[in-house]
């Protein structure tokens, strides 16, 4: 394994039309040494032309579809870095982003950092733009520097995190790969299991640019419904498992348990075809969505728990 080496996966799937835009943002990166593995899962488009036109700069698997799950799998098998990039097809970084993680996880090093994520600008296909951290109410101090407590902090919010994350190589024998038994929510499933492995180091800036409204994009379809659901299952999955339970805090598990489960009640009524239904679904979702930006707001409320390097 090449210490200095950073390997970037890219999984695609019938993305001709933005994964040379993605595979370009990630050759402009200022880091050297660089290896883009680009997996292509079964795509049908012109995905395979535009790819070819790379030539030598990126290796290419091509394997039947298996999912974004499987893709990013079979990258990370074959990546030979020490340290493993994600990035979604769709999706670009911006020039500086590796090198500044590498760099802060080496002088974090001594804290037993093996994670780095940083922040990510969220163009939605409306128009509307946020930050993953904001949108995941997340607030550090300081520009970059360390976060002692991501478990908790990740177990009642959503973080972006395969475009943004930088992880040492040996963190996957510890947490293991992307679960292919889940069509959504992986990502998150990923994240938690990561954080098991001790503190991450951050970067507030955003570096990566997350860009909605993709055709084929799972997040245009998959419901509310879906994503509580999985991310339901996925908690009681790790919260029930011999080797993960004990590193999330049970009593906050529970509250979010509780808490997802409304969330479901109240984005099934939505789907029902009685028009009040739907409107009292709607209704519960707006106040359950008000409630949680206030809880997160208290100091009963676990925050980022940082420190500057």
Same mark, same amino acid.
């Given at each position: 394994?090449?210490?200095?080496?950073?390997?970037?996966?890219?999984?695609?799937?019938?993305?001709?039309?933005?994964?040379?835009?993605?595979?370009?943002?990630?050759?402009?990166q200022s880091w050297r040494p660089l290896e883009v593995i680009v997996v292509d899962d079964g795509s049908t488009d012109r995905t395979a032309d535009v790819l070819a036109s790379f030539g030598g700069k990126i290796r290419l698997i091509r394997q039947n579809n298996q999912g974004?799950?499987?893709?990013?799998?079979?990258?990370?098998?074959?990546?030979?870095?020490?340290?493993?990039?994600?990035?979604?097809?769709?999706?670009?970084?911006?020039?500086?982003?590796?090198?500044?993680?590498?760099?802060?996880?080496?002088?974090a090093s001594a804290f037993g950092v093996k994670c780095c994520v940083c922040n990510a600008r969220m163009v939605h296909a409306n128009g509307m733009e946020t930050t993953s951290f904001a949108a995941a109410g997340l607030r550090p101090k300081s520009k970059e520097g360390t976060?002692?407590?991501?478990?908790?902090?990740?177990?009642?919010?959503?973080?972006?995190?395969?475009?943004?994350?930088?992880? /040492?190589?040996?963190?996957?024998?510890?947490?293991?790969?992307? @679960? +292919?038994?889940? *069509?959504?929510?992986?990502?998150?499933? %990923? =994240?938690?299991?990561?954080?098991?492995?001790?503190?991450?180091?951050?970067?507030?800036?955003?570096?990566?640019?997350?860009?909605?409204?993709?055709?084929?994009?799972?997040?245009?379809?998959?419901?509310?419904?879906?994503?509580?659901?999985?991310?339901?299952?996925?908690?009681?999955?790790?919260?029930?498992?011999?080797?993960?339970?004990?590193?999330?805090?049970?009593?906050?598990?529970?509250?979010?348990?509780?808490?997802?489960?409304? /969330?479901?009640?109240?984005?099934?009524?939505?789907?029902?075809? @009685? +028009?009040?239904? *739907?409107?009292?679904?709607?209704?519960? %979702? =707006?106040?359950?969505?008000?409630?949680?930006?206030?809880?997160?707001?208290?100091?009963?409320?676990?925050?980022?728990?940082?420190?500057?390097?």
């Amino acid at each position: 394994m090449n210490e200095s080496l950073v390997s970037v996966v890219i999984p695609t799937y019938n993305r001709a039309g933005t994964i040379g835009r993605a595979v370009n943002s990630v050759l402009a990166q200022s880091w050297r040494p660089l290896e883009v593995i680009v997996v292509d899962d079964g795509s049908t488009d012109r995905t395979a032309d535009v790819l070819a036109s790379f030539g030598g700069k990126i290796r290419l698997i091509r394997q039947n579809n298996q999912g974004p799950s499987g893709a990013r799998n079979a990258g990370v098998r074959a990546a030979q870095g020490a340290v493993i990039c994600f990035l979604d097809s769709d999706d670009t970084w911006l020039p500086g982003k590796t090198e500044r993680q590498v760099k802060l996880l080496r002088s974090a090093s001594a804290f037993g950092v093996k994670c780095c994520v940083c922040n990510a600008r969220m163009v939605h296909a409306n128009g509307m733009e946020t930050t993953s951290f904001a949108a995941a109410g997340l607030r550090p101090k300081s520009k970059e520097g360390t976060w002692s407590n991501p478990t908790e902090v990740l177990i009642d919010r959503f973080l972006l995190f395969n475009q943004v994350a930088a992880v /040492r190589r040996e963190v996957f024998d510890e947490a293991g790969l992307f @679960n +292919p038994n889940l *069509r959504i929510m992986e990502d998150y499933d %990923l =994240a938690l299991r990561v954080s098991f492995a001790g503190p991450w180091a951050y970067i507030a800036d955003p570096l990566a640019i997350w860009h909605g409204g993709a055709e084929n994009s799972l997040s245009r379809t998959v419901s509310q419904r879906d994503a509580f659901m999985s991310a339901r299952s996925i908690l009681i999955e790790l919260g029930d498992s011999p080797k993960w339970g004990s590193f999330l805090p049970q009593r906050q598990l529970r509250k979010q348990l509780r808490f997802l489960r409304r /969330r479901i009640t109240a984005a099934n009524l939505t789907s029902r075809p @009685n +028009p009040l239904a *739907r409107a009292l679904g709607c209704l519960m %979702l =707006a106040g359950l969505r008000g409630a949680n930006a206030v809880q997160r707001r208290l100091p009963s409320c676990p925050q980022m728990v940082t420190q500057p390097v």
